[in-house]
């Protein structure tokens, strides 16, 4: 939750359209063949405005996948011992919604929409391209490990950032959103 003068934002959340189970599917695009693995350097969504570079993280102490330094708010950041945006499986992508400071970025993804696009530069000079599939919000204690970070048969990815409410007595944001794609192109 931001704090603008005296009034307080929250970031926007996923209608139930964007879920997997709701209504019929705008995302019709074939999935294109999967590329030779090759490290991401940024990342963009056109709709909410996300230019940002890319880190790679690991896992923490406790398991859980690292975050990027809170301190920019432009930086998102891989999982850099899984699979690379564009080969096949799952890639992960993750940042922060917002900090002390203000929105960071993946403020907006809650407001991400079924057929949109989110682009990953690779070190390997291509660009690949996503069409975004669904985009869901959990709660914390009801995260879906499998579905999200489960091994694919084609070129996907996933998106992830806090939401679904917060609480400054119970740790922050009380969920995570998550928007999931598959690899349509490459240029």
Known sequence: MIHNGSAEVTPPVPTAAQAFAAGPSVHTEAAADPLPPS?????????????????????????????????????????RDGTRPGAKGTAIVAGHVDNAQGPAVFYALGSLKKGHRIE??????????????AVEVYAKEHFPDGKVYGEADRA???????????????????GNVVAFGHLIGVR
């Open 39 to 79: 490290a991401p350097l940024r990342l963009r969504i056109p709709e909410i405005d996300v230019d940002a570079p890319l880190t790679g993280l690991g896992l923490g102490a406790d398991g859980a996948l690292e975050v990027p330094p809170a301190a920019d708010r432009n930086l998102a950041g891989w999982w």
């Open 156 to 174: 996907e990815i996933r998106v992830i950032t806090c939401g679904g409410g917060f609480s400054r007595g119970s740790g922050g944001y009380q």
């Open 120 to 133: 990953v530069d690779r070190q390997d000079g291509r660009t690949a391209v996503f069409t975004i599939d």
